[in-house]
Nanobody
Framework: QVQLVESGGDFMQPGESLRLSCVVS????????MGWYRQAPGKERELVGS???????DYKDFVKGRFTISRDNAKNTVYLQMNALKSEDTAVYYC?????????WGQGTQVTVSS
């Protein structure tokens, strides 16, 4: 069973930086596209960005230039570096992978940005 465990969420002030981690088991992160999503209170879950198996990254416009996705193959972990945080980044952040047409999600990690 593929498992994803996110961590790193915290209470932050606007402008600060935070890095989220997603530790993956049972598959190799280098072999599958991985995505980061978020869900704010009362809103639909939305894609933040993704990293392909080749290491190519793609981001939604609302985080482009502020967020960076990377991975450490040795640790089988995917990261979401978030800089210049804004109050609208407040959400539960999830990592995601699809394996053999099955979607796997972590439990999520809460990021709150407020002054």
């Amino acid at each position: 069973q593929v498992q994803l465990v996110e961590s790193g969420g915290d209470f932050m002030q606007p402008g600060e930086s935070l890095r989220l981690s997603c530790v993956v088991s049972q598959i190799m992160v280098s072999q599958y596209p991985m995505g980061w999503y978020r869900q704010a209170p009362g809103k639909e879950r939305e894609l933040v960005g993704s990293i392909s198996s080749e290491g190519r990254t793609d981001y939604k416009d609302f985080v482009k230039g502020r967020f960076t996705i990377s991975r450490d193959n040795a640790k089988n972990t995917v990261y979401l570096q978030m800089n210049a945080l804004k109050s609208e980044d407040t959400a539960v952040y999830y990592c995601h992978v699809r394996v053999l047409n099955v979607d796997y999600w972590g439990q999520g990690t809460q990021v709150t940005v407020s002054s």
